[in-house]
């Protein structure tokens, strides 16, 4: 028995199950002391830190009814951590990795700094289902093409069977100084976004079961339309490690699925994966979210247009599917992964308004905002990544509307102004025979007219050889 604690500083993965530092930890026999650093955030809350908080205060609750808890700090991890495992005593300090670039950083320093002190660090495997310097092609390079990637990814073999929670857990029960408040304030702006949301690792087990039940047999199918609730909602869950890729995979792979489904289950862990490809690539570019990975992109004549830029952000566009998609994002913090790529492909090709401006936004407002998923699906919208879209697609806002909303239910859900309009007018409102609705502005910008600028500048970018 050793009373000296083993530190588990918490990230982004709070949950008891398939926590593999928490695991390591416990079976160390030493008393277990739970920690949180928020990082200082001189710009205020952005709804992932909303939800993480919420998560935060959500295991929290669990935690109490095994009578322990997280200790919260704030300020600066790498000068804090040694500070808290030096004042303690620790024996050893226990984390999942994280591979962002700052973070990924601040973890190598703190295990540099950790080894001549005599505390051990241990570092594990626990956001992705493949750690994202693992995958490479034959000559040992990174792939840039997410088919050959997610093809390599598969046959490297199915991922090892989610940790169960342990079973018994021992706190370290001595005053910590210097925790913080474990909840924080509010801003009133995140009011809106509670309705649209359960938190608990209890909660995402329940919408990962009631997805597979309700959804997994159809997802290929109807993934695409917003009007319907076909898609895992999982996201948010993923990002703050309420679940784990691993218990997604293992739970979807291992239902039982009508074999005229096996289809759906593929494309539905391809989705997975998409989300494993676009670590892999921040992995290999540190700079995704701000440099375009297509070099020729730099010199692409982008506007500015504060006026249309904020129109975009407020849902105030003219075009029914992308204000309503800019609306669900503000008022819930979430958005349907299709109006996403259409709301996204309307500012970097529509307004030609530089694609980081939207994945800034993005960062901001989605509750499932990921540095890795949201630059690397922006230079997908955008043509600028290198496994991505064209830049001469452009996305027609009301052709994808009359697809994928074909009654406006979605539309209506988010832009009450439209509400009685009727389906067949509501894609295009300026052109119905009963007039604009009072309130719902005509069209920023004329598509035909867009579409022209956007391939006249991307043009000039390609040296004049483009095709349209
Ligand atoms: C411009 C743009 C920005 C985006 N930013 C983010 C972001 O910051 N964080 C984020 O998690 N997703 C992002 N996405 C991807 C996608 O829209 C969301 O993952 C999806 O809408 C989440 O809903 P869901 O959990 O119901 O997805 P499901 O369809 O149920 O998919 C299951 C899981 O697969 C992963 N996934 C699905 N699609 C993608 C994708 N295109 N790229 C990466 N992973 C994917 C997610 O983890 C998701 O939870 C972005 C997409 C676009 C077009």
């Known amino acids: 028995m050793n009373d000296k604690p083993a530190i588990v500083w918490l990230r982004e993965d709070f949950r008891l199950a398939d926590n593999a530092a928490l695991t390591a930890a416990t079976q160390t026999g030493a008393p277990l002391l739970l920690i949180h650093i928020r990082p200082e955030r001189p710009y205020g809350m952005t709804a992932v830190d909303w939800?993480?908080?919420?998560?935060?205060?959500?295991?929290?609750?669990?935690?109490?009814?095994?009578?322990?808890?997280?200790?919260?700090?704030?300020?600066?991890?790498?000068?804090?951590?040694?500070?808290?495992?030096a004042r303690v005593g620790a024996a050893a300090v226990f984390w999942n990795r994280r591979y962002d670039p700052v973070g990924r950083e601040i973890d190598a320093g703190l295990k540099r700094e950790f080894a001549p002190c005599g505390t051990e660090a241990h570092s594990f495997a626990g956001a992705l289902l493949h750690e994202p310097w693992t995958v490479k092609n034959r000559v040992g390079q990174p792939f840039k093409i997410f088919s050959a990637y997610w093809r390599a990814a598969c046959e490297a073999g199915s991922p090892r069977p989610p940790l169960p929670a342990p079973r018994e857990l021992k706190f370290f029960t001595e005053p910590v100084t210097g925790a913080q408040e474990e909840q924080l304030p509010w801003p009133a702006w995140t009011s809106s976004l509670d309705a649209h949301h359960k938190f608990g690792?209890?909660?995402?087990?329940d919408r990962l079961v009631r997805f597979i039940a309700d959804d997994l047999g159809h997802y290929e199918d109807?993934?695409?339309?917003?009007?319907?609730?076909a898609t895992?909602?999982?996201?948010?869950?993923?990002?703050?490690?309420?679940?784990?890729?691993?218990?997604?995979?293992n739970a979807v792979s291992d239902a039982s699925v009508n074999p005229a489904h096996a289809a759906a289950r593929a494309k539905f862990l391809a989705e997975l994966g998409w989300r494993e490809f676009a670590w892999s690539v921040l992995?290999?570019?540190?700079?995704?979210?701000?440099?375009?990975?297509?070099?020729?992109?730099?010199?692409?004549?982008?506007?500015?247009?504060?006026?249309g830029l904020e129109a975009w952000k407020r849902g105030?566009?003219?075009?029914?599917?992308v204000d309503a998609g800019m609306r669900e994002l503000w008022r819930s913090g979430v958005m349907h992964n299709r109006v996403r790529m259409v709301a996204a492909s309307f500012l970097v090709k529509h307004l030609l308004i530089d694609w980081r401006l939207g994945e800034q936004w993005f960062a901001e407002t989605l509750a499932d905002y990921d540095p890795a998923s949201n630059a690397l699906n922006w230079q997908w919208c955008a043509g600028t990544g290198a496994d991505s879209a064209p830049f001469f697609r452009i996305?027609?806002?009301?052709?994808?509307?009359?697809?994928?909303?074909p009654s406006g239910v979605y539309i209506r859900r988010w832009v009450p102004e439209l509400k009685s309009v009727s389906d067949k007018d509501i894609h295009a409102p300026w052109e119905s025979p009963g007039g604009l609705p009072a309130n719902y502005p005509l069209p920023i910008v004329d598509h035909a007219a867009a579409r022209r600028r956007a391939l006249a500048a991307w043009?000039?970018?390609?040296?004049?050889?483009g095709q349209a």
């Open 222 to 229: 109807e993934r695409d339309f917003p009007d319907r609730d």
């Open 201 to 205: 690792e209890a909660a995402a087990q």
């Open 459 to 465: 043009d000039g970018v390609r040296g004049g050889d």
């Open 283 to 307: 992995w290999e570019h540190p700079g995704l979210a701000d440099h375009a990975l297509r070099q020729e992109f730099e010199g692409l004549p982008w506007r500015t247009d504060p006026s």
């Open 395 to 405: 996305m027609n806002p009301v052709l994808q509307s009359r697809k994928f909303d």
């Open 316 to 321: 105030r566009t003219g075009y029914p599917l």
């Open 51 to 85: 939800f993480r908080e919420k998560t935060l205060a959500h295991f929290n609750v669990d935690l109490r009814s095994l009578g322990g808890k997280v200790h919260v700090f704030a300020g600066d991890s790498a000068r804090l951590l040694p500070e808290i495992a």
């Open 232 to 249: 895992s909602g999982l996201s948010p869950y993923l990002r703050v490690g309420q679940i784990s890729p691993r218990q997604v995979w």
